[in-house]
């Protein structure tokens, strides 16, 4: 690859993971003779936006010889992440060789439009020939827990924890709802030397990037990102849930001028709460451990689950 092209399959994996799809588009355009990586770049950066259809139409697009495993796993997750699930099927099932990503990204895409029959039914025909895979039963996992079915959470959390030890258990008790078991068992845990993952959040603003994570008061402007906080919260009808990605947009909205766009990313998923929440505030651009979430004026561009 020259050096030309890997600066350009650099910028629109760049343009793709900082949400600013038109502009890693201009980059694709640019490119005269795009190859494996390139198209796979944009086909992902349409994934992580939301933008299922242009990422199949560019699919389609790509001449078949420059498919790769990573060209399947980027094309499923965008279907994933649009609920397109019956194109999905048949990507996948025209994939000639299938490895321990392509099936999590299949199951994935199973899980969030909640065809849980399917993905377990994948996961054991998976597992006759080859070792338990733990994201598969994490993408399970996720989807019982967006569609609060607490039986499936707990038969999933029975499963991996027959398959994989060391799992923290408060991981069961919150996916099925059980906040205040999972609060019981964390405090347990704290005591021990089972760490859990912090949630962190960074944002940007006049020049300034500031970290947060939960509770924090770190800050030099706390009191009034709290005052801000609480502010936010009333008007949205909320119960006590200081997760980062809140402090973030409280500090965001203290500035002035107030950021005409917001840009928060993360270290972990974003809460279901959080979600709904931010949903009511317009041109956010939150990036998660799995995704981009666009929200603008109420609501969700794009498809967001």
């Not at 629109?12 to 588009?25: I, T």
């Not at 048949?90 to 899980?111: H, N, R, V």
């Not at 499963?159 to 999972?182: T, Y």
């Not at 801000?228 to 500035?255: D, T, W």
């Amino acid at each position: 690859m020259s050096t030309d092209l890997k600066i350009q399959s650099a910028l629109v994996h760049m343009w793709g993971k900082a949400g600013c799809v038109n502009q890693a588009k201009q980059v694709f355009q640019q490119i005269n003779r795009p190859n494996s990586v390139t198209y796979t770049a944009m086909i992902n950066a349409y994934g992580l936006n939301g933008m299922g259809h242009d990422a199949l139409e560019l699919y389609y697009q790509m001449p078949s010889e420059m498919i790769v495993e990573k060209t399947y796993v980027c094309i499923l997750n965008a279907c994933s992440h649009s609920g397109l699930v019956e194109e999905a099927r048949s990507i996948f099932s025209k994939i000639p060789k299938k490895d321990e990503w392509i099936y999590t990204a299949m199951i994935d895409c199973l899980c969030r439009s909640f065809i849980f029959d399917e993905a377990k039914q994948l996961i054991e025909n998976y597992e006759n020939n080859h070792r338990p895979c733990l994201p598969m039963y994490k993408a399970l996992l996720s989807g019982a827990r967006n569609r609060t079915d607490v039986l499936l959470a707990r038969q999933t959390i029975h499963r991996i924890q027959q398959l994989f030890r060391g799992m923290d258990k408060s991981l069961v008790s919150a996916s099925a709802g059980e906040l205040e078991e999972a609060l019981q068992i964390r405090s347990k845990l704290s005591g021990t030397r089972v760490k859990k993952k912090m949630g962190l959040s960074w944002t940007e603003a006049n020049g300034e990037i500031v970290e947060f994570h939960a509770q924090d008061r770190s800050h030099a402007q706390t009191q009034e990102i709290y005052d801000e906080l609480q502010r936010i919260e009333h008007e949205l009808i909320e119960h006590g849930h200081n997760h980062s990605e809140r402090l973030a947009l409280a500090f965001n909205f203290i500035q002035r001028p107030i950021p005409s766009q917001i840009q928060i990313v993360e270290n972990l998923r974003i809460c279901g709460d959080c979600h709904r929440a931010i949903k009511l505030i317009s041109q956010i651009l939150i990036r998660d451990a799995n995704r981009i979430h666009h929200f603008s004026h109420g609501i969700v561009l794009y498809f967001s689950n």
